[in-house]
């Protein structure tokens, strides 16, 4: 079993910036990538950021790539996404993933353990 559990959400300004963070704890050997996923009303979810266990293997959604940094830090075991000049778009409850098999990692469907989800609201 897995247990993630998402910190550093909240309410910042358009062009401010946040870190997420999603600390991993349980049977983390098992797994194979970790994922930021965000979810807006009335919106599907979408894949942010992923990353491999190792953070060897990194993916980014294209319209995020350049604000956003994916990261891992083994000895936290712990993975955080670092978000620069937000946008009110970015506005969003964001979750954490993770999956213990290879997969294509944008696919939220191939993820088996998820957060709470933290929000982010992004004011001009």
């Known amino acids: 079993q897995v247990q993630l559990v998402e910190s550093g959400g909240g309410l910042v300004q358009a062009g401010g910036s946040l870190r997420l963070s999603c600390a991993a704890s349980g049977h983390t050997f098992r797994l194979h990538a970790m994922g930021w996923f965000r979810q807006a009303p009335g919106k599907e979810r979408e894949c942010v950021a992923a990353?491999?266990?190792?953070?060897?293997?990194?993916v980014y959604a294209d319209s995020e790539k350049g604000r956003f940094t994916v990261s891992r830090d083994n000895a936290k075991n712990t993975m955080y996404l670092q978000m620069n000049s937000l946008k009110p778009e970015d506005t969003a409850v964001y979750y954490c993933?993770?999956?213990?098999?290879?997969?294509?990692?944008?696919?939220?469907?191939?993820?088996?353990?998820w957060g709470q989800g933290t929000q982010v609201t992004v004011f001009s």
């Open positions: 993933a993770a999956a213990v098999v290879p997969m294509t990692m944008r696919d939220a469907t191939n993820y088996n353990y």
């Open positions: 990353t491999s266990w190792s953070g060897g293997n990194k």
